[in-house]
Structures are given as structure tokens and as C-alpha cells.
């Protein structure tokens, strides 16, 4: 994807044949028509209905967003037509936990399923452990530890992937995302780079990227985020924190705040050393976060709605005045 134009992959022609590429002009405003609905902002992984005359967007089965970082703008695809995503995490320095839930909660309100690889297993002992660790924030996901420079876990990560599906990897800079494409692609396609002194990544993608994969698998490769702004509903932080969750469902008072009222489950847990502060502390700000990104929403949509109005109104005097001088 470029400015003014989107690159189209076109299905190959034969079975020994590479895919075909196409450069399509999008409008003044960056959109493409859709099928359904209002235009679009293309994103990696759309796929477009062409007919020689018009390009058109299919509707989307799934859409990976992030908030805009500077808090006003509105939410970034950063894929669509997902099955799978890919969360990327390096074991060297340790995994951010705090961050791990973000990304999980951007992928479940996508309506793909996460999946968290954990990276450069060769550079640490404690592989097993950070497993355990992730796999206590992620529950009911899939969590694998590998080495994509030696190929160590490789195989357990085929386990949890499908035939035919699409991915997208997303994690911070230096995770060895563009080292695992390479990996699963069985081929150099994607430009690795080094890890800064402080353990903090060098960015190597610098752009949305779909990389063909054998067995007909897509995978999107993405640049390394350096924040995380959720666009979720609570519904998928809800999913994030389902340990919490199932908790809030015991709570003595529908409308518990979970701070010292009687009968609060979470705080119950709390104290028990069932639930860590740390993750009680992340699940809070996650579900802020959340109704700041649904009010901001909300605000856009009115904004809008008066913005038609007022467009309406112009288009109906202007009318009037032209009838009026007949």
C-alpha cells in the first residue's frame, strides 16, 4: 500500500506459477468503493472485486484496529480478513505482560483468534516459565515458545495453524517478527535487523507487508508498534481478563465498583493472592480505556450525523432558492 494506490496480489495462474501484482488508484481521500456500504480505507489483507471498470472492497470477515496514537484520531486497520493473530513477544529482554494483554484485547475485538509466540527461546533458561506466565494472562489461547533462528518450536506452532489461513504477526520492535516471516516462509523474503544495546528493537518492517506462505497461507507482516491504543469493546476486554470476568459474576452488587464494598469477589480475590495487583491494575485501565475509545466514537458518529444534517439543509435551501427564481 502506497499513497494514491493500493497493490492488488493476483491469484497465480498455475500451480508452479507466482502470484501476479496489480497497482490500483484509490480516490483523492485514500478510499476505494465498497460493495457494501460506504467506502473504504484499503488495509493489507482486504480483498477487492475488480470487473475492468471499477475496483470495489469485499466486506471484511475480520479487521485488526489500533487506536490513533494521539488520542484524537480515528481507529488504524491494520488488517483485515484475518483468521489468525499473531502475537509476538521476545523472551530477551523479558515479556511485557501488561502489553501482552493490550495486543490480545485488540485481537479479540477483531474477531480473529489470537495466538501468542514468545521468541529467541534460545537466549534464555526459563522458556517453561514464561510460557506458564503467559498462558495465565492469555486463557484459552494458544501459547508457544520458539527460536526461529534455530527452528527450535517451530513444529509446536504449526500444531495451532491452519491450512489456508491468513495471519498477521504484531508485537514490539525487536520481537524477531521479520525473522519468524522468514522461518515460515522457508525463505529470506523479509530484511532482519539488529537489537539496540538498551535491548530495545531497531524497526526492520516499515510497512504492511502480505507474504504468500506454502500450503496457501498469507501472512501480514507488520512494523513494530511502539505503543498499543486498544479500539475495543469491553466485550473483548472482557475476554482478556475472562478470569476476572467470572470473578465480577460473584460479586454481591451488580453495580460493585470492586474497592471495598461487601461481598466483592475481586476484591476477595485480591486479598487471597489469587488475583496479582498487577493484573487487576492492567484490567482497569484496559476498561477506561475502552469507554474513553467508545465515548470518542460515539462523539465522531453525532459529529457526523450533524455534519449530514447541515449538508441537508444547505442542499434543501439551495434548491428552494433555485425553484423560487422559475
Known amino acids: 500500500m502506497d499513497r494514491g494506490s493500493v497493490c492488488v496480489l493476483l ?24 460493495v457494501v456500504g460506504d467506502p473504504l480505507h484499503p488495509a493489507v489483507g482486504d480483498r477487492v472485486v475488480f470487473d475492468g471498470a471499477r475496483t ?15 488520542r484524537t484520531s480515528v481507529e488504524q ?8 493473530v499473531v502475537i509476538v513477544e521476545h523472551l530477551e529482554p523479558a515479556p511485557s505482560l501488561g502489553r501482552l494483554e493490550r495486543m490480545l484485547t485488540i485481537a479479540w475485538r477483531s474477531g480473529a483468534i489470537p495466538l501468542v509466540v514468545l521468541t529467541k527461546a534460545d537466549l534464555v533458561s ?7 506466565e503467559a498462558g495465565a494472562v492469555a ?6 515458545a520458539i527460536s526461529a533462528s534455530t527452528g527450535a518450536g517451530l513444529d509446536d506452532l504449526e500444531v495451532h495453524l491452519g491450512e489456508a489461513q491468513t495471519l498477521v504477526l504484531i508485537g514490539p520492535s525487536g520481537a524477531g517478527k521479520s525473522t519468524l516471516v522468514n522461518a515460515l516462509a522457508g525463505a529470506d523474503v523479509m530484511v532482519t535487523g539488529v537489537v539496540r544495546g ?15 506462505l506454502p500450503g496457501g497461507r498469507l501472512l501480514i507482516d507488520t512494523p513494530g508498534l511502539r505503543s498499543v ?20 459474576e460473584l460479586c454481591r452488587f451488580n453495580d460493585c465498583a470492586h474497592e471495598r464494598e461487601p461481598g466483592c469477589a475481586v476484591v476477595a480475590a485480591l486479598d487471597a493472592g489469587e488475583l496479582s495487583e498487577r493484573r487487576f491494575e492492567s484490567w482497569r485501565k484496559l476498561q477506561r480505556e475502552a469507554r474513553r475509545q467508545a465515548a470518542r466514537a460515539d462523539h465522531r458518529i453525532a459529529a457526523e450525523q450533524r455534519r449530514q444534517v447541515r449538508s441537508r439543509g444547505r442542499d434543501a ?4 432558492r433555485i425553484k423560487s427564481r422559475r
Open 139 to 144: 486463557p484459552g489461547v494458544g501459547v508457544v
Open 198 to 212: 538498551d535491548g530495545r528493537g531497531m524497526h526492520t518492517t516499515t510497512h504492511r507487508q502480505l507474504v504468500p
Open 126 to 132: 526459563d522458556a517453561a516459565h514464561w510460557v506458564t
Open 229 to 248: 491504543g486498544i479500539v475495543a469493546t469491553e466485550e473483548a476486554v472482557a475476554a482478556t481478563f475472562e478470569d476476572i470476568a467470572a470473578l465480577v
Open 11 to 34: 491469484p497465480a495462474a498455475g500451480p508452479r506459477e507466482e502470484p501476479a501484482e496489480l497497482t490500483i488508484a484509490t480516490g483523492r481521500d485514500g478510499t476505494l468503493p465498497a
Open 317 to 320: 435551501r439551495e434548491a428552494s
Open 77 to 84: 486497520v491494520i488488517a483485515a480478513n484475518v483468521d489468525v
Open 56 to 70: 470495489l472492497v469485499a466486506p471484511r470477515t475480520s479487521e485488526l484496529a489500533r487506536d490513533g496514537s494521539d
